[in-house]
């Protein structure tokens, strides 16, 4: 029996969604006839450390990655539970994303103290974030808004709204499902609105990609609709070559439709803006291949000015 050792963060979103994944992955060898037993591996990342600084100045994204994939790459574990809308487009050589399971609600959804929803804020309301696509979307809408940076664990973040004076915070709704804290969501935030990060609400189980046992197991755990739509995500993002510094976003689904050749359609929407939110571009196409998708969405971005505003943003 192989003892497969499982890295995740510590936090309790993080030890939650990777319980979730073990549990399946059990029910998984059970039903497959394979023989393995499961043991976590608790890892402190650079993104758990450094909590008093937004993402956009310190790296972005890969800050609560890089040490669990060094672990990966040492073989101290054989497989991380990772947050996709984490993941950057490129992975060190010698990883793999073994299994992307079904996506949870990829939307954002706003905290308040007050109020049902975004309108009902008062004008010069603070509003806690720290991603740069959440507060240029909001205050595209919203300009009167004071949007203020928010670093922490879900739980520390939702203390801050009543300590520190804020009068609504911002956080995916996806965390908040998985740890039972769905009675806290004041509202959602559609897509039209506040378009989510790219691969937000989806997993990424990533394992070596020579280790053939754990790439068997996973792939039967793999949710192909989740894996193409956040694929088209994840190639707009590396054609845009985009992370946390910049305000970028992105949400594929499926249409229900099928293209001539008999394939799925999708529809992938994808967004650029200034970090003061003035300026907003946004791209919407629907195609049957992952790659092409997302590739023909950036390029329409990019005939819009995209590649200026994501300079501007870096600068």
């Known amino acids: 029996m192989r003892t497969i050792k499982v890295g995740t963060r510590q936090s309790q979103l993080a030890l939650t969604q990777t319980g979730h994944v073990v549990e399946h992955l059990r029910q998984l060898c059970e039903q497959h006839g394979i023989e393995a037993e499961f043991e976590l591996v608790k890892i402190v990342t650079k993104g758990d450390i450094i909590l008093d600084v937004t993402l956009s100045k310190v790296g972005g994204k890969g800050l609560f990655v890089k040490e669990i994939e060094q672990a990966l790459l040492n073989g101290d574990i054989d497989m991380a539970v990772h947050s996709m809308k984490d993941m950057p487009f490129e992975l060190p050589e010698g990883l793999t994303i073994g299994a992307v399971p079904e996506r949870e609600d990829p939307r954002d959804c706003i905290i308040m103290r007050d109020g049902q929803g975004v309108d009902d804020l008062p004008q010069g309301a603070k509003v806690g974030t720290s991603s740069l696509r959440r507060s240029s979307q909001l205050q595209n809408y919203r300009p009167d808004l004071v949007i203020e940076p928010i670093r922490g664990n879900i739980d520390s973040r939702l203390r801050k709204l009543e300590t520190e004076g804020f009068h609504a915070i911002i956080l995916a709704g996806a965390g908040l499902h998985r740890v039972g804290w769905n009675d806290r969501i004041t509202a959602y935030l559609e897509p039209g609105l506040c378009l989510p990060a790219v691969g937000q609400g989806a997993l990424c189980v990533e394992c070596r990609e020579d280790d ?79 790659i092409q998708l997302g590739d023909a969405v950036a390029e329409q971005l990019i005939a819009q000015g995209a590649a200026e505003l994501l300079e501007a943003a870096r600068g």
């Open 212 to 290: 053939s046992f754990m790439l068997e197991l996973l792939n039967h755990y793999q949710h192909e609709e989740t894996a193409v739509t956040v694929a088209a995500e994840r190639t707009f993002l590396g054609k845009l070559n985009g992370g946390c510094q910049v305000p970028i976003g992105a949400y594929a689904k499926l249409t229900g439709e099928q293209s001539s050749t008999g394939k799925p359609l999708m529809q992938l929407t994808g967004m650029v803006g200034s970090p003061d939110g003035k300026t907003i571009l946004k791209a919407s196409q629907t195609g049957d291949d992952p």
